[in-house]
């Protein structure tokens, strides 16, 4: 094993065991902590793709201003434990299963595209994308997208604003 | 010798890490000093002064201090994230100085720089992430201490970290246009030459946002809202106690020297000398520096010291003029050029730093927040976007 395959593991591990733990933390702020202990350890998986700038961008944006916010807000409204409800016969008789399958059935196919091979031949792909690459082709060949995306968010902003103020 | 050379980068890195990490404790504990020291001038004060000579072993002795405290964990507090919170702060603050180059990249041993422990091409958006994930340290210390004043120190430093960290980030943007480099020494490279060549000239107004944004976000005087004591009793480590609140504090510390290391990295050259190459007299610079210091020392052990105290003045004189004898030797001397301008102008800014806090006042929590957004956002976009157009026009 070399250094990068062992390193996908351990950060594989900690995404999926915060994911877990994310769903069955029962504070809310455990919650946040657990998303972010799964941003960052995806955030590594991108680098150890090669991935700088993915990895970079993933932790300031998700990990560092999204989830800031998160906290902040679970912060502000001081939200106490949440209370655990009894297992629906439903989630339990066929929604444990048929999860369970889901998952199978996505790591089977993961396992059998060349995603899958990539990975297990030890991470660090050939299509890696240099930050120069990357901001090429966002403001060149996808600048349209790029643009109205931001006016999307901008036009968003707006809306929460327009609806925060008619409240009061 | 095998493995060594087998592993070179990890054996390399990992004595790195040690030596850095060694000197970084040190230079915190003695900024501390060096800290009181100056604020006491300025408030025309001795400072320490009983604890060694000049108060030489005061950090020693506060540290000591710390480590044998009563360690109080409140009652009602979330025992988990109470621990986490101050191991956060601390370890995300001395990680993003494993980015920073002391020096020049072509001083190597086993084919590895010398001078920084990880060498990324995008060092500087790393730091940045480092940085913005930082802020959990205080936000979850104030909500985990479960207790008033906590939470509404903790509720203000987010909300204040998240407010300047966008002008510092959009500030530094036009020092980014100039050199076309996210690494550190592209960065620094682009401005050789001489004094001239400084990102400083270009981009004055988009350093003046980033050294107002940059103290904003270190929470320090005039905008150390968080700790407040007037108001807010300690901020967010009200609650805490012994090593844990020495590691806030440390953190603090720590985030000072990035932020200055930053500052000289983008806009005062790193570790440039800022004389042109051809005056070769600058070499001998360090050395000079360190025997001038060290005669400086020797006059003070000879007239001011008394028993005890001169002994050890007499030790800090002897290692200034062994170190300042070293920096001469030939083969020494251009290694140590990069690391001692680099020091030197961290050095000078955390001065600065010291001064201001000496000097300015605290901000009113609204005044930070109407300033920041209103004023500093708006600046540092319009240097963004004229260091943009300049760039355009100057191309064509």
């Known amino acids: ?168 | 010798m095998d493995f060594i050379s087998d592993h070179a980068v990890l054996v390399v890195s990992l004595i790195k890490i040690a030596v850095l990490l060694f000197v970084v404790m040190t230079a915190l504990a003695y900024l501390t000093w060096f800290e009181r020291k100056v604020v006491a001038r300025i408030q025309s004060r001795w400072g320490p002064y009983y604890v060694g000579a000049h108060g030489l072993l005061q950090p020693l002795a506060d540290g000591l201090k710390f480590l044998f405290k009563e360690d109080v964990t409140p009652p009602s507090s979330d025992r988990f994230v109470y621990i986490l919170a101050p191991f956060l702060a601390l370890s995300l603050a001395l990680t993003t100085l494993a980015l920073i180059p002391f020096g020049p990249p072509g001083i190597q041993v086993f084919g590895q720089p010398v001078f920084v422990v990880a060498n990324s091409n995008i060092g500087l958006l790393f730091l940045f992430a480092i940085t913005s994930i930082g802020v959990y340290g205080v936000a979850l210390a104030g909500w985990s201490s479960n207790s008033k004043y906590p939470l509404l120190g903790g509720l203000r430093s987010s909300a204040q970290m998240i407010s300047y960290e966008v002008s510092l980030t959009l500030s530094v943007v036009g020092v980014l246009l100039l050199a076309g480099s996210f690494s550190f020494n592209g960065i620094i490279e682009h401005q050789g030459g001489n004094i001239g060549h400084w990102h400083v000239w270009p981009q004055i107004v988009g350093f003046l946002c980033y050294i107002t944004a940059a103290i904003a976000e270190t929470n320090r005087v005039p905008f150390d809202l968080p700790e407040a004591e007037t108001e807010l009793v300690a901020g967010f480590h009200t609650e805490y106690s012994s090593f844990k609140f020495a590691m806030f504090f440390m953190a603090e510390y720590a985030n000072m020297i990035t932020v200055s290391c930053l500052a000289t990295i983008l806009f005062f050259g790193g570790w440039l000398s800022p004389f042109p190459a051809s005056w070769t007299w600058q070499l001998f610079l360090p050395g000079a520096g360190l025997i001038a210091l060290g005669l400086y020392c020797l006059y003070d052990t000879v007239k001011e010291m008394r028993g005890i105290a001169q002994l050890q003045f007499a030790v800090v004189t002897l290692l200034c003029l062994g170190g300042g004898a070293i920096c001469l030797i030939p083969r020494v001397m251009p290694i140590v050029q990069g690391p001692f301008w680099f020091v030197t102008k961290v050095g000078l800014f955390i001065f600065v730093y010291v001064w201001i806090r000496g000097t300015l006042p605290r901000f009113r929590y609204d005044q930070l927040m109407s300033f920041g957004w209103k004023l500093l956002l708006p600046v540092s976009l319009a240097n963004l976007v004229g260091t943009a157009l300049a760039i355009l026009l100057v191309k064509r």
């Open chain 1, 1 to 168: 094993m070399t250094l990068p395959v062992i390193l996908f593991f351990i950060c594989g591990a900690f995404a999926v065991a915060g994911a877990i733990l994310l769903i069955l933390a029962r504070a809310p702020i455990h919650s946040a902590l657990a998303l972010i202990l799964v941003m960052v350890s995806l955030a590594i998986l991108y680098l150890l793709l090669g991935a700088e700038f993915i990895a970079a961008v993933q932790i300031i944006v998700y990990a560092g201003a999204i989830m800031v916010l998160f906290v902040f807000v679970i912060m502000l409204l001081n939200a106490g434990v949440e209370n655990r409800t009894n297992w629906s016969k439903m989630a339990k008789y066929a929604g444990l299963p048929l999860g369970i399958f889901l998952l199978l059935e996505i790591a089977h196919w993961v396992w059998r595209s060349s995603v899958g091979a990539r990975m297990a031949n030890g991470g660090a792909s050939q299509a890696a994308f240099s930050t120069r690459a990357l901001s090429m082709q966002l403001f060149q060949q996808y600048l349209f997208p790029f643009e109205a995306t931001s006016i999307l968010i901008l036009i968003a902003i707006l809306g929460a604003l327009v609806l925060a103020k008619r409240s009061e």
